[in-house]
C-alpha cells in the first residue's frame, strides 16, 4: 500500500483538491490557529488520510501550525498492524511525524465493542499534547448520526448531530474541519492526488446499524430524496441552535432557583413546568460531566424529586454518577472511587496519599496541631468508623463526630470518605472540621496543619 504517487501538493490542477484545502484553511482561520498544535487521528482510512494530506499541504501557509498525527491501534482486526504500519510510511514520507497508540478493548464490555473502542480511542484523543485535535467526519457522517440518533429517539440535542467543534475534558479542543464536506468531493480529492488508503471491511458489514444506515437506508432514501444528507445535515444544524436555545433557557431557570453556594433549591426546581425542570435536569448533568439519561429516568428522577421533602436525603442513580437532595438542595455527583480503607501512618512527610486525594501536613507556629503531642504515640489517618468524638472548642465539651459533621453541612456521600488524624487512640484532627482543643497549638509553639488536597470536587460539578 502506498500514500501517494506523487509528492504531498505537486503543483497540478486539482479542483477538489483546491476546494478542501480553502475550506480547510477558512476553517481554521476562524479559531487562529497560527502557531499552535494541530494533531489528526490518522485511522488510515481515506477520509483521515485525505483530511492530513491537505493540512500537510497547508502547514507552511499562513496561519502556519505545528502539525501531528495519532494513530490507535485497537488489535480488533487481523490487518491492525498492517494500518498501522502504513500510516507510518505515509507519515514518514509526509514529514509529519505519527504516534501510534495501543488499546485494549474489553469485548466483553456492556457498553458493546464499537462503543468501548470509541471510549477508548477518544481517551487517547484527549492526552495529546497539542492545542487541537482534528477529525475527518464529513458530511455524509453527520446525516448518517443524525438519522441514526433520531431513530434512537434522541432528544434535540442528541439530534444536532456531531459538533464542528468542542473542549476534550482534560486535553486540545476536538475539530471536525471536513464536517461540511460531502464524502464525494472527498473521494475525487484523493483520485486528484492519486492517494490510496486501508480498507477496514467490518465498515460494509451491515449487521452493525450504523453500516446499515449507510448501506441500505441511506441509498433508499436518496434513491427517492435526491440531496437527503445535505438535508439531514442541514437538520442537524437546526437542530444544533435549538439545543443552544434550551441551553440558555437552563441558564435562565437554574439563575431563578438557585440556592446556596449556587446549588438548586429543590422547592424552586419543582415549581418549574415540567418541561423546564426536564430541561434544567438533564443541563445539570451534562454540565457535571455524566452521560444523558434517557426519557424514562428524567421521567422517574422528576416524579420522586416532586415528592421528596426539603428535609428529606433522595439519592439516584444514572449510568455514571448520582444525584442527591441534601437540605432542600440538588447536588449532582460523578462516580467515584471508592473510600479509601485502612490506616496510612505519618512519619513526618510533607504529604500523605489519601485514596485518590492527598493530605500535606503543612508546618506552622502557634496555629494547628502540637507536634510536639503528636510524639505520644503512633500518628496515622484513618477513615470514620462511628462513634468518635472531638473537641474542636475549648469552650465547649467534647462532642460526637456525628453531630459536629452535621453542624458543618458536611453530606452524607461525603462523611465516609474524610480523613481522621489519630495519636494513638486519640483523635486528633478531621478534615473540614478541625483540631482537637487537647492538641492544639500554645502560641510561638512549632506545629503542623492537616490539609486535605482533592483531586476532584466531590461534589462532582454543582
Not at 421521567?299 to 441534601?326: F, I, K, N, W
Not at 492527598?358 to 468508623?385: H, K, Y
Not at 461525603?414 to 473540614?432: I, K, S, Y
Amino acid at each position: 500500500m502506498a500514500g501517494s504517487k506523487s509528492g504531498p501538493c505537486a503543483d497540478v490542477a486539482r479542483p477538489a483538491a483546491e476546494q478542501i484545502r480553502r475550506t480547510i484553511a477558512e476553517f481554521l482561520a476562524t479559531r487562529r490557529i497560527s502557531g499552535t498544535r494541530l494533531c489528526v487521528g490518522l485511522s488510515g482510512g481515506r477520509d483521515s488520510l485525505v483530511l492530513l494530506h491537505a493540512l500537510a499541504c497547508l502547514r507552511s501557509s499562513s496561519p502556519a501550525f505545528e502539525l501531528s498525527a495519532v494513530h490507535v491501534h485497537h488489535g480488533l482486526n487481523a490487518g491492525a498492524d498492517a494500518w498501522a504500519a502504513f500510516c507510518l510510511d505515509f507519515c514518514e514520507r509526509s514529514g509529519v511525524p505519527l504516534e501510534v497508540e495501543y488499546v485494549e478493548v474489553p469485548r466483553a464490555s456492556r457498553e458493546g465493542l464499537e462503543s468501548a473502542a470509541r471510549r477508548l480511542r477518544h481517551a487517547v484523543f484527549a492526552g495529546r499534547s497539542a492545542d487541537w485535535l482534528a477529525l475527518a467526519h464529513h458530511r455524509d457522517d453527520q446525516a448518517e448520526t443524525v438519522l441514526f440518533r433520531i431513530l434512537r429517539g434522541a432528544g434535540v440535542q442528541g439530534a444536532a448531530g456531531m459538533p464542528a467543534e468542542r473542549p476534550l475534558a482534560g486535553g486540545p479542543r476536538l475539530i471536525r474541519p471536513l464536517l461540511a464536506v460531502p464524502a464525494t468531493l472527498i473521494t475525487r480529492y484523493a483520485e486528484e492526488c492519486a492517494l490510496q488508503w486501508v480498507e477496514d471491511e467490518s465498515n460494509t458489514d451491515s449487521r452493525y446499524r450504523r453500516n446499515h444506515i449507510r448501506h441500505v437506508l441511506l441509498p433508499c432514501i436518496t434513491e427517492r430524496f435526491p440531496g437527503a444528507t445535505a438535508v439531514l445535515a442541514r437538520s442537524g444544524r437546526h437542530f444544533a441552535e435549538a439545543a443552544q436555545l434550551l441551553d440558555d433557557l437552563a441558564r435562565i431557570d437554574r439563575e431563578a432557583v438557585a440556592g446556596a453556594a449556587g446549588r438548586i433549591d429543590l422547592a424552586r426546581f419543582n415549581a418549574l413546568s415540567l418541561p423546564r425542570a426536564r430541561n434544567l435536569l438533564r443541563t445539570e448533568l451534562s454540565s457535571a460531566g455524566l452521560r444523558a439519561p434517557d426519557a424514562r429516568w428524567l421521567d422517574e428522577a422528576l416524579r420522586q424529586l416532586a415528592m421528596t421533602s426539603p428535609a428529606a436525603e433522595t439519592c439516584l442513580s444514572t449510568a455514571d454518577g448520582e444525584l442527591h437532595v441534601y437540605r432542600g438542595q440538588l447536588h449532582v455527583l460523578r462516580q467515584r472511587p471508592a473510600a479509601p480503607t485502612g490506616a496510612v501512618p505519618w512519619s513526618g512527610e510533607d504529604e500523605l496519599p489519601w485514596g485518590v486525594d492527598r493530605v500535606s501536613f503543612q508546618p506552622t507556629v502557634g496555629d494547628g496541631i502540637c507536634r510536639r503531642l503528636l510524639g505520644s504515640g503512633p500518628v496515622e489517618l484513618r477513615c470514620r468508623q462511628g462513634g468518635e468524638r472531638l473537641q474542636p472548642d475549648p469552650r465547649r465539651p467534647l462532642r460526637t463526630l456525628r453531630n459536629l459533621l452535621q453542624e458543618a453541612a458536611v453530606p452524607p456521600w461525603e462523611r465516609c470518605r474524610l480523613p481522621l488524624l489519630w495519636c494513638g487512640e486519640r483523635l486528633v484532627w478531621v478534615a473540614g472540621i478541625g483540631v482537637d482543643a487537647a492538641f492544639a497549638c500554645a502560641p510561638d509553639e512549632p506545629g503542623v496543619m492537616p490539609v486535605r488536597k482533592l483531586a476532584t470536587s466531590p461534589s462532582a460539578a454543582r
